[in-house]
């Protein structure tokens, strides 16, 4: 586990480095490419966040999943439809003694 944790936190760096060399056009001058290194981690960071944005939007048009809940959540789906119908229920019996009350 830490190995491939390791990999791929130096695979990251590897990325940031590459992306700032481009981003400095070969130039030597190590404040530049120190700016360079800060806008490759952040634009990484970004397409991380936007990456992850995307993944959670997705989930939640999922309507049978409770948004970023771990585990089996079929229970508590089911009690949440069976309060529903439960008020539905309720709604309608009430609305019926309403209208059967006015017709006489």
Request: net charge positive; glycine share 2%.
């Amino acid at each position: 586990m830490r190995a491939s944790r390791n990999a791929t936190i130096l695979h990251t760096c590897v990325k940031i480095e590459d992306a700032a060399k481009a981003l400095s056009d070969g130039d030597s001058n190590p404040e530049l490419f120190e700016q360079a290194l800060i806008i490759a981690e952040n634009d990484l960071l970004l397409r991380s966040v936007r990456t992850h944005r995307v993944v959670c939007i997705e989930r939640l048009r999922d309507v049978t999943a409770i948004a970023l809940v771990k585990g089996d959540n079929a229970l508590d789906r089911a009690t949440a439809r069976r309060r529903v119908s439960e008020l539905a229920w309720k709604r309608t019996s009430t609305n019926q003694n309403f209208t059967r009350s006015e017709s006489r």
